[in-house]
């Protein structure tokens, strides 16, 4: 039974086997017993014999009236806590609580209890010990009464926040393995907004509140598994996390967070997937306007350059401005806009090492990137234009000139050896099979087989290729281009590589039927499982 109704002076079940056990008379002493506890209406109890005759048992008429009174003292609970000035409502609230919290753990009254503490901007500290101590009352409580457990106890914050972190990154994982092959609706389709709306960073954004103590929370586990794992979907999760907060005007938060103006303004780019010469000097004055002594800021900044929906918006700008400095005949050291590019692109892929070494200096940009890559690369889209012209003139005047099938070795250098080189030759590869030029491709190809940090068979390059890769779907059925691209560059990765076999499967799943049954045959046999991979691949197939 429960103890909290004999502290507010109503009987209970233990006061009438009491009454029992000393009376001479049960049946006389169970009338009174319900005279004085039942419902004081003096109208009531010529009108209770008709419920009788219906059938109606007492206990299901005093069930309903209890929900009734339940209901009305519930909106009565809200109404205090919106009504008159805040002193004295909270006032009105914690004496409500002083009283009721004895009950709170009678089911039918702990939903008031819980209303009660769910309003109260500060609960006393003894109560929400109690809760916290109690399993049952914790899981209970209303998330507003949970935020003030949690601000003062991080290890139970995290407990809570660490399955949505790991479902997270399940689910970026399982798009970037989708089965779902076109160059239309790839990883980078949805739209930031459209993003914010996913499972996650809802249930994150409600559990933050208004609670600045609870998001520095966040991000610091955002941090510490960004450290741990490399996994840059960490990095998306802090700012969808920001934007989110964003998009609901929690100005305790957004006032706080000096990344907040420099997240809004790129999430405007990514949304355009392009990053305009007014949004480019707007996200400069941000990096121009770090103060001495609030270098730190730039750790966040480059967390946030690192969400791979960022580097995919700067990367293809900065193809798109390569392809335009190439029509206007412009070097790439003299285009302000792209070095700007260039500089948000190297503080993004250097957030690991910022964070990590906790040195906050952006990193220093190498002069050959700009001096001798990217006028390498403007000139293979010289090449490809220059072929692409002769190809369309009439046989008469046409020259004998054939497609250059060699990368300089220099080209292939860069890409082995500097991340920015490599990551902005990765983007001109997907420019290029997205036009459906299968020359300038399989002339790439050899010099993605050995990239700075495997970059060529990294999930977010080889999802992307493989989608490209659907609008060649023809060239798959020539042995030539069957053998350069899976014999010279997929099958090169090494066999613990199971992620690029995976990409291959993904790809074979939809273009099998162009394939030469003979290539096929081959590849099938070349991507046979073995050993622990056999169980990977098995995982795959279910």
């Excluded at 205090?80 to 006032?91: P, V």
Aim: proline fraction near 5%; glycine fraction near 4%.
């Amino acid at each position: 039974m429960f103890a909290g109704l004999q502290d507010l002076g109503v009987a209970n079940g233990e006061d009438l086997k009491e009454t029992l056990t000393n009376c001479t008379e049960p049946l006389k002493a169970i009338e009174q017993f319900q005279t004085e506890n039942g419902v004081l209406l003096p109208s009531l109890q010529s009108a209770l014999p008709f419920l009788d005759l219906h059938g109606t048992p007492r206990l299901e008429f005093h069930q309903s009236v209890f929900d009734e009174l339940r209901d009305k003292l519930l909106e009565r609970v809200s109404a205090i806590a919106s009504e008159g000035k805040a002193e004295e409502r909270y006032k009105k609230l914690e004496d409500l609580l002083e009283k009721s919290f004895s009950l709170v753990k009678m089911p039918s009254l702990q939903p008031v209890v819980m209303c009660v503490m769910k309003h109260l901007p500060k609960v006393p500290e003894k109560k929400l010990k109690l809760v916290m101590a109690d399993k049952e009352l914790y899981r209970a409580c209303a998330v507003e009464v949970k935020r003030q457990i949690w601000q003062d106890n991080q290890a139970l914050f995290g407990d809570e926040v660490s399955p949505l972190l790991k479902q997270y990154i399940l689910e970026k994982e399982s798009a970037l393995f989708s089965t779902e092959l076109s160059v239309l609706h790839n990883f980078f389709s949805p739209s930031p907004k459209t993003r914010r709306q996913g499972e996650v960073v809802q249930k994150l954004t409600q559990m933050v509140g208004k609670n600045v103590k609870l998001y520095d929370m966040v991000l610091q586990f955002l941090r510490t598994l960004f450290l741990r794992t490399r996994n840059v979907h960490y990095c998306t999760l802090r700012a969808e996390l920001l934007m989110s907060l964003h998009d609901l005007d929690v100005s305790d938060i957004c006032t706080v967070d000096p990344c907040h103006k420099f997240t809004w303004c790129l999430d405007a780019c990514i949304r355009e997937r392009f990053v305009d010469s007014k949004r480019a000097r707007e996200l400069q004055g941000f990096l121009d306007g770090v103060k001495k002594g609030q270098e730190q800021v730039l750790g966040d900044l480059s967390m946030i350059l690192c969400d791979p929906f960022a580097i995919n918006t700067l990367s293809l700008s900065t193809i798109r401005h390569l392809q335009e400095l190439v029509s206007q005949e412009t070097l790439p050291r003299d285009s302000p806009d792209l070095l700007l590019l260039l500089r948000l692109l190297a503080l993004g892929q250097g957030a690991w090492d910022l964070i990590d070494s906790q040195v906050f200096k952006e990193p220093k940009m190498e002069a050959e990137l700009i001096t001798k890559f990217l006028p390498m690369l403007m000139s293979l889209v010289v090449d490809d234009f220059t072929f692409n012209v002769d190809q369309k003139l009439p046989a008469e005047e046409k020259a004998p000139v054939t497609y250059p099938s060699t990368l300089p070795e220099s080209f292939t250098k860069f890409l082995q050896e500097q991340r920015m080189a490599c990551e902005v030759g990765l983007y001109y590869v997907l420019h290029i099979t997205k036009q459906r030029n299968k020359n300038a491709l399989l002339r790439l190809l050899p010099g993605l087989v050995e990239t700075f940090g495997d970059l060529a068979f990294s999930d977010i390059f080889l999802h992307l290729l493989t989608g490209s890769l659907v609008l060649l779907a023809d060239e798959f059925a020539l042995e030539d281009f069957c053998s350069s691209l899976f014999d010279g560059f997929f099958l090169t990765a090494s066999p613990r590589k199971e992620n690029v076999h995976r990409h291959v499967l993904r790809l074979l799943l939809h273009l099998h039927a162009r394939v030469a049954p003979s290539k096929l045959e081959a590849l099938q046999k070349a991507l046979e499982p073995t050993g622990q991979g056999g169980e990977l691949h098995a995982q795959h197939r279910s």
